[in-house]
Each structure stands twice: as C-alpha cells, then as structure tokens.
C-alpha cells in the first residue's frame, strides 16, 4: 500500500529539549515536503526537498531542520522547540512528474 | 502574505443540495490547481486538480471551475453527501511541486 508515514503522531515536550519527526514513503517520490498547519493560516510548507542530498527553505523554515540522506527518508528536526512551534504538522511526497501530493496522518506537537 | 485565499472557514448545506466552496488567488504564475480533502486526524488527500489551460474540470461529483481573469477557482459538490463533511484546502503551484494552501473550508453536510 501506497503511503507516507510520521511518527511520533503525538507529543508533548518542553521548551528547549531537541526532537526529531521521522517521515517515509514507500512510493520511490523524489520530492518530499514538510508542512505544518494552523489555525487559520491553512498548510505553511517549511522545508523542501527535490531529491537526495538537496533540500531547500519553505516560507516559514525558521526553528526547523532537515535531512534527506535517503530517497524515502526526509526528518524534520527542532533543535530548540519553543511553543510558538506548537502545531500540526505533516509530511508530503510527489513525483517529479505529478503535483497531487501524497500526506502522512500528521504529527500534533505540542511545546510547552 | 497569503497567495491563495479561501475567505469562507465554513460551509453548511443539506443533503443532495450542491456545495459550492470558492477559492481566490493572487499570483498570476499559478498553472496548476487542486483541491484537498482532510477528516480529522487524517492527511490531507488529492481531491481534484485542473491545469491553467482549462476551465473546467470533472470527476464524478466533483467538478472545478477556474476563472484566471478573475483568479478564482471554484469546487462544486453535487449531490452533497453526509460522508463529504470535512475540511477542504485550495491549493496552487508555479510550474514546480511546491504548493501554497489556503485556510480551508469545513464543510458540513447535514441529513
């Protein structure tokens, strides 16, 4: 079955103590994305990445970092959480050759 | 600076009436259009899309309207179903994969 997966799907952590949201699909996409998504501000992408070893900033990437060492793998990491980046958050993945993107179930983060 | 807009948060309609959920943008650069379903605790997932050079598009019940001089899209649901009750995002690319979102729209479809 075709899918993207996150993990953890929940968490509460405190301000400061580093965390890493793992996303992976088994759909062999060369672009994945991480998005989070607020309260009247829709889906905000925060970080990109077009294949292996090249990623790139999104609109809102401050706070965040990520890798992509692996096709299938792209994590989402927050070095120093702070509350403001309490939030949904969710990963994507297309083909090169598409634009309907594939999201996992999400992530609710909550910093405190 | 939100590029693509859906000014409506909500959206309530009877059963077997149509729903019609709009959606405006402001880049020109947009080609590509598409529109996301989301129940809760769940992803988004593709609905329909519509390219640039078309005006309409359908698929099933679900038929996309896109008006560029206006720079408004429009998803319509006929019939409207208890099952459709979710939220929808608008969603526009440039030539690329990456996509800006609108706010969404819960739509509500009442028995």
């Known amino acids: 079955e075709a899918q993207v997966t996150q993990n953890p799907r929940y968490l509460i952590t405190v301000t400061g103590k580093k965390l890493t949201v793992t996303c992976s699909q088994n759909m062999n996409h060369e672009y994945m994305s991480w998005y989070r998504q607020d309260p009247g501000l829709g889906l905000r992408q925060i970080y990109y990445?077009?294949?292996?070893?090249?990623?790139d900033k999104g609109d809102v990437p401050e706070g965040y970092k990520v890798s992509r060492k692996e096709k299938r793998n792209f994590p989402l990491i927050l070095e120093s959480p702070s509350p403001n980046q309490t939030s949904l958050y969710f990963c994507?993945?297309?083909?090169?050759?598409?634009?309907?993107?594939?999201f996992g179930p999400g992530t609710r983060l909550t910093v405190l | 600076d939100q590029q693509v807009k859906q000014n409506s948060p909500s959206l309530s309609v009877q059963e077997g009436r149509i729903s019609i959920l709009n959606c405006d943008y402001t880049?020109?650069?947009?080609?590509?259009f598409l529109w996301y379903k989301k129940y809760p605790a769940e992803g988004p997932t593709f609905l329909i899309s519509?390219?640039?050079?078309?005006d309409k598009n359908e698929d099933g019940r679900f038929t996309v309207f896109l008006n560029k001089s206006a720079k408004h899209l429009s998803l319509h649901i006929v019939p409207s179903q208890p099952g459709d009750s979710a939220v929808y995002f608008c969603?526009?690319?440039?030539?690329?994969?990456?996509?800006?979102f609108g706010a969404g729209t819960r739509l509500t479809v009442k028995p």
């Open positions: 994507a993945s297309t083909g090169l050759a598409d634009r309907g993107q594939f």
């Open positions: 990445s077009m294949n292996v070893e090249v990623t």
């Open positions: 519509i390219s640039s050079i078309k």
């Open positions: 969603a526009a690319s440039a030539f690329s994969n990456d996509m800006r």
């Open positions: 880049n020109s650069m947009f080609d590509y």
